[in-house]
DNA sequence: TAGAGTCACTTAATCGCTAAAGTATCGGCA
DNA sequence: TGCCGATACTTTAGCGATTAAGTGACTCTA
C-alpha cells in the first residue's frame, strides 16, 4: 500500500468519492453516519488529501510566500519566524525564498513560486525592478511589501519608520553630546533613504548643519556587513575635523565601525559614540554593547502575517491600510552611553 | 487575460495541447518549425507552466523540503542557504519548515509537506519519535538526516563529527594549561552525546578523571541559547574546586557563559578559559573574542543537497554513503588563549 | 394522495498538464 | 507499385481532488 486517496476509503466503505470528499471538507450535504465511517477509515488509514489536485480545483493552495534578500541577517529570520507561526495558526503554510539581494535571482523566484501556485506574498525587495510587480498585479496575486517601499507600486506596505529611526537615533548621539555626528548608509532603498532623511532633520532641528562629508556610503553593493562597516568607519574617520558620533544605518556596519574605531586608537564612546540599527542578538554582549534602536521585528512579522491574511479574506472589499508602520525602541548600551541618561535597558 | 494555459496556446497557433506540452519539454517528437512556434509564443504570453498540474500527472513536484529546529541561530540558516543555492542550480526548489524543536510541531509540518508532495527531504529531527520517519519510508519519500542521528533509523546522515569537536575543544584548553575543565552540554541529542564523549575521552587521554559535577545541563529543554549558558555557567563555577576552563556546547551557551564567568569577578582566559562550537557569526567581536570549533556549515548544507540529489537520481542503485561527516577546525581567539599557541586565526 | 421540499447520496465534468497510443503524410527502397 | 519506417503531429485517458447537477427515497402539507 503505496499512498492512499479518497478513491481507497471509498472502495473501502462503498460509497462515491463525492461523498468521501464532502466527509473530509465538512460539507454539510452528507450524513452524520457516513461521515463518521469515512474519517473513521481516514484515521485509520492514515489519509492525507492531496494538495496538489485540490489546488488545481479549487484555484488556491493555501501557501504563501515570502521573499527576502537574505536569511543570515536576524531581522528578516526573526519575521519569517514570526509571520509562519502566525499564518499557520490560519491554516496557510509559509514558503521562504531569498535572493541575495541580486533583482534577477528574485524574478526566478517569485516567477517559480507563481508557477507553484501561492496564494499570496510578502516581499522585501532587491533592486527597484517594477517588472514583477506589474506581473502579480496580472496575475491578480496579492503581495505586501515588506521593510522597503518601491516607489510607484501601490500595494500595501510595512515596515518600520524608517525616518524615525534615523530621527531618534541622530537625536540621541546629540543628547549625549555630540557635536560632530556622522552616517554610515545603507543600500539605495527606501529604509536607507529613510534613515539619512531622519539623520538630516534631527540634525537641523537641533540647529546642527547636516556636512555631506560626514556621510559615507560603503562601496561594494549588497547587504550591508561587518566589513563595509569597517570599511566605511575608516573613510569617515579620516574626515577632518574628526566625527564624534556615528550613526550606523544596521547593526553590523556598526559593528564594523567600532572595530575601525578601536584600531584607530581612539575610545568608545569618550572619542567616538556609536548606534546602530536593528537591535541584533548579541548586541549585548559585544566587547562593546551596542546602542540601537530596535524595530520590533517580532511584532512586525505578525502584522506582515495579518495584513495578508486580510487582503487574503475579502478580495473586492477594501484591503488593509496602505502603510503600516511599527513603533521602534531606543535602546541605549555603552558604545553611546558619555552621559548621565535616560535610558532604556535590554 | 488571467492566466496563461498550453490551451490558449494551443488555440492561438492552431496545433493540439499535446504539442505545445512537447515543445515545452523538448520532447524530441516534435518538429522544429513548431517548436519555435511554440516557444515564440510563450515567450510573448510570459507563460509559466502550473507545476501544480504537472506534479499531478508526473508524481513529481521538484520540491524538497528542509525541515529544522530553529531558524535564528545562523548555524541551521547558512546550511538553508548553502542548500538551497546548490538544489536550485539543479532545478529543485526547497521549501524550510521549522519546528522550534519542539517533535508535535514536527510531526504536523513533515505531514503538511507530504501532503504537498515534496520529493525528499533533510531533516534535523527534534525528539526522538521515529514515527515520522517510518511514515516517510512507507509513502517512499527518501530523506537525509542532518546534524543529528536517530538511533534505529536507517537513512542517511550527514553532520559534524560532533565527538571530534568535542576532543579537539578540550584537547586545547589542555593544550593552554587548563587543569579542572567543565562542560555546559547540549540537548539529550546524537550532537550533544557526541561531543559529550569526545570532551571525556580527550581529558581520559589526557591521564585527567572526568568529573561528573563538572558536567551541568541546562534546567530548561528547548534550544541552547545564551541564557541557558549563563544559569549553567553559574551553577558550574559554584563547584569546588573551581573549574579554570569551561567547552561549551555551543557559541551562544559560551557567549552566555563568559557573562557569568565576568559577572562573577573572574578574569578570561586568566581564570577561566571558555571555548565553544559553532563559530557564530561575531564571534571575533564580542567583549571576550570566542575561541571555537568551526564547523564548517557552508559545505554541510552544500553536501546535504549532494547526497540528496543522488538519492533522487537513482531509486533502485545504492545510494550514498551512510554517514557522511563534514571535518571541523579550530579557531583560537582570546577567550582561551592563555598561552603561545599555534594558532589558526580567522 | 399528489406535489413539494428535504436529505443523502451518486454522477459527471473539470482543473492544467503529461504520456501512451493512434493517425496521416511523405520519402525511400525493393 | 506498394510497403516500411520515420516524422510530426492529434487523440485519448488519466493524475486526485472538487463541485454543480442529478437522482431516489422520505416526509410533510394542503
Redesign the pocket.
Given at each position: 500500500m503505496a499512498?492512499?486517496?479518497?478513491?481507497?476509503?471509498?472502495r473501502d466503505l462503498?460509497?462515491?468519492?463525492?461523498?468521501?470528499?464532502?466527509a473530509?471538507?465538512n460539507?454539510?450535504?452528507?450524513?452524520?453516519?457516513?461521515?463518521n465511517r469515512v474519517l473513521h477509515r481516514m484515521k485509520e488509514l492514515n489519509?492525507?488529501?492531496?494538495?496538489?489536485?485540490?489546488?488545481?480545483?479549487?484555484?488556491r493552495t493555501s501557501i504563501v510566500a515570502l521573499v527576502v534578500p537574505d536569511l543570515l541577517s536576524a531581522f528578516f529570520s526573526e519575521i519569517a519566524i514570526a509571520m509562519s507561526t502566525e499564518l499557520r495558526k490560519h491554516g496557510y503554510s509559509m514558503l521562504i525564498s531569498w535572493t541575495a539581494e541580486d533583482p534577477e535571482i528574485q524574478h526566478g523566484e517569485i516567477d517559480h513560486l507563481l508557477s507553484l501556485g501561492i496564494d499570496a506574498l510578502v516581499i522585501a525587495t532587491s533592486g527597484n525592478d517594477t517588472i514583477c510587480f506589474r506581473r502579480l498585479k496580472e496575475r491578480n496575486v496579492p503581495f505586501v511589501l515588506l521593510d522597503r517601499e518601491v516607489p510607484g507600486v501601490k500595494a500595501p506596505y510595512i515596515g518600520g519608520d524608517d525616518e524615525l529611526f534615523g530621527n531618534m537615533a541622530t537625536r540621541h548621539l546629540i543628547d549625549v553630546g555630540c557635536k560632530r555626528i556622522g552616517h554610515i548608509g545603507g543600500p539605495p532603498m527606501s529604509p536607507g533613504f529613510g534613515r539619512l532623511e531622519g539623520y538630516r532633520r534631527a540634525l537641523q532641528s537641533a540647529g546642527i548643519k547636516p556636512v555631506d562629508k560626514y556621510i559615507v556610503t560603503p562601496f561594494e553593493p549588497g547587504p550591508r556587513t561587518f566589513h563595509h562597516g569597517f570599511e566605511s568607519a575608516q573613510r569617515l574617520l579620516a574626515v577632518n575635523p574628526r566625527v564624534d558620533g556615528i550613526f550606523c544605518f544596521n547593526d553590523p556596519l556598526a559593528v564594523g565601525a567600532m572595530e575601525a574605531v578601536l584600531a584607530a586608537g581612539l575610545r568608545i564612546p569618550q572619542d567616538v559614540a556609536i548606534i546602530g540599527c536593528g537591535n541584533l542578538h548579541l548586541g549585548a554582549t559585544l566587547r562593546n554593547p551596542l546602542s540601537t534602536i530596535d524595530q520590533n521585528t517580532k511584532e512586525l512579522g505578525e502584522k506582515a502575517a495579518g495584513i495578508l491574511l486580510s487582503t487574503l479574506r475579502k478580495d473586492s472589499k477594501k484591503g488593509p491600510a496602505r502603510v503600516t508602520m511599527v513603533q521602534p525602541r531606543l535602546v541605549v548600551r555603552s558604545s553611546s552611553n558619555r552621559s548621565p541618561q535616560r535610558s532604556k535597558k535590554t
Open positions: 499512498i492512499v486517496r479518497m478513491k481507497d476509503i471509498a462503498g460509497v462515491s468519492v463525492g461523498a468521501v470528499s464532502k473530509l471538507r460539507d454539510p450535504d452528507i450524513g452524520q453516519a457516513t461521515k489519509y492525507r488529501p492531496n494538495l496538489m489536485a485540490r489546488a488545481l480545483v479549487t484555484g
